[in-house]
Each structure stands twice: as structure tokens, then as C-alpha cells.
């Protein structure tokens, strides 16, 4: 692989507003930190929406529109809106954003499994809201809900519907298999961007074997028809990152999945994260994609085709 892809996932779903202080909840944090990343290197901003009076996850079409216009006029940087939101939310919700900005690129989890956030809890005496200690321990019995249906449907609002392409998020072995079906009955279209996500509870383990057998079980099943990406859970971020740029991936950092730049240093923005990433990979003697580059490596419709 010549160009490496960095994506920065910028505020996610998961961390909460008492976990640190520099994680983006209203809408001019969202887009500042965003454009910050941008110009640090992130090629792909992967985006969700919180209401800014108490940072709750947000499906909200309208909280998107206050920060995407912003974006796409101070950075050319490739928008990938969730699909996956929250567990809170019905897949009518988790859609509404997507479907109002028809984005390059969106989010695609590929399947249904449990997602445990509520060892979190035990890491904080107090919460600043009480939905952050609600959400956290929901997540004890909660799925997170990703049916075939589900991912049919995505693909056919989406994917047919506005020209969207997807990161497709695979938490599991088995979520590759599930992309290799849909492949099969032609419902995706190549080149796959394949992000591995390593490190959350429910899914696969943050180590060295488990990334390099879901980087052999991919190869086995997509061939030349995917471009992969890794992204690892709070602690694991950077070396799991490191070893999977060594391996040909791309990478993604970002305050979704981790809030620090060091043991026991919190990350005071995405850009720091984005940095740290690109200093590494620099040097590693590779380079890192431009905003259009990632267009041509993954094949997306454009920046002027979007609806924002």
C-alpha cells in the first residue's frame, strides 16, 4: 500500500462528558476539533451528534447540519456519517442523519452483538449527568442490534439510494464473513474499506494474533477487493495502530475510541491523536493520503456530491 488513510473519529457515542474535558459536545466543539484533525492529516472524519446541553448521544439531523456545512467549507477532508449511533436508538434514527447529509462515506457495523461499556463505571466516583451512568450500565443487557435486515437495509437507502460507500465495521471474525455474503449476492461493491476494531468488550481482543488473523481471514475472503483499516479501543490505540500500518492497513484514532496520548495523559483534542499517528507512520517511511487521495483509493462519489 502506498498512501496510508487516517481516519479520526471525532466524539463516537461511548466516552461521556465526565470522562474528560476535552471531548466534543456541541456543535462548534464537534466542528473545530474536526477541522483541527483535518488539518493535522485525517483524511476521514467519522462523525456523530450530541445535544450540547448534556453531551447525550444525538440522532438529530438538524445537530449534523450545524457543524457539516462548517466542515466542508474549512477542509476537504472525506465525511463518513454513523449508521450506528447508539444502542439507544431505532435504526429509523441511527439512519435520519445519514440519509438528510448523503455523505461519501457512513458506517456500517456488521452485526448484532453484546457491547459492554459499564466497566467504564467503575473508574468514576461521580457522574457530571445522569444519563452517563444509565447509559453505561444499559449496556450490561443490552445488544446492539445489527441484523441482516438492518445492514439490507442501509445498503439499499444508502448504498443505492445517495451513492454512499461505507466503512464497514468489523468487530468479530464473524463480521467478515457476514461482509464476504453480502459481497457474494453482489449487495457491496468493491473496493471494500474493511475497518477492524479490536479492544471492545463483546467483541475481539486487543493483541497482536488477533489482528493478524483478521487481517489473513480477510485477505482469504476479499482478495484484492478491500483496503483495510484498523482502530483499537482506549489503551491498545496506538500499538495496535502501529501494527497495523506495519501489516498494510490504515489507520483510525480519534476521542470515540480512546480519550489519551500516553498512559494516563488525556488526549486535550483529536488533533493530538492524529498527530501522533502521522508522526508515527512517517516514520515508518510511509505516506500519508491527502483528503483526495482517499477519494481515489476507496473510490467515493466526491465531495460536491453530498447534501450539505
Known sequence: MSKVIISCAVTGAVHTPTMSPHLPVTPDEIATQAIEAAEAGAAILHLHARYPEDGRPSPDPALF?????????????????????????????????????????????????????????????????GWE???????????????????????????????????????????????????????????????????????????????????????????GDYHWSVMASGKHQLRLGTMGALNGANVRVGLEDSLYAGKGKLATSNAEQVRMIRSIVEQLSMEVATPEEARQILALKGGDQVGF
Not at 439512519?95 to 438528510?100: I, M, N, P, Q
Not at 449496556?139 to 439499499?156: H, K, Y
Not at 443505492?160 to 468489523?170: S, V
Open 65 to 129: 447540519m450545524q457543524f457539516l456545512p462548517r466542515i466542508k467549507q474549512s477542509t476537504d477532508a472525506v465525511v463518513n456519517i454513523t449508521t450506528g449511533g447508539s444502542w439507544t436508538m431505532t435504526l429509523e434514527e441511527r439512519l435520519a442523519a445519514a440519509e438528510r447529509a448523503s455523505p461519501e462515506l457512513a458506517s456500517l457495523n456488521m452485526g448484532s452483538m453484546n457491547f459492554g461499556m459499564f466497566p467504564m463505571l467503575g473508574k468514576y466516583k461521580d457522574f457530571k449527568f
Open 133 to 223: 451512568r444509565e447509559l453505561l450500565e444499559g449496556s450490561r443487557e443490552t445488544i446492539f442490534r445489527n441484523t441482516f435486515a438492518d445492514i439490507e437495509g442501509i445498503l439499499e437507502r444508502l448504498g443505492k439510494g445517495h451513492g454512499t460507500k461505507f466503512e464497514f465495521e468489523c468487530y468479530d471474525t464473524s463480521h467478515l464473513y457476514t461482509l464476504a455474503h453480502f459481497l457474494d449476492r453482489k449487495l457491496v461493491t468493491p473496493p471494500l474499506f474493511v475497518q477492524s476494531i479490536f479492544g471492545i468488550l463483546g467483541g475481539q481482543g486487543a493483541d497482536s494474533e488477533t489482528l493478524m488473523h483478521a487481517r489473513r481471514t480477510a485477505d482469504r475472503l476479499f482478495g
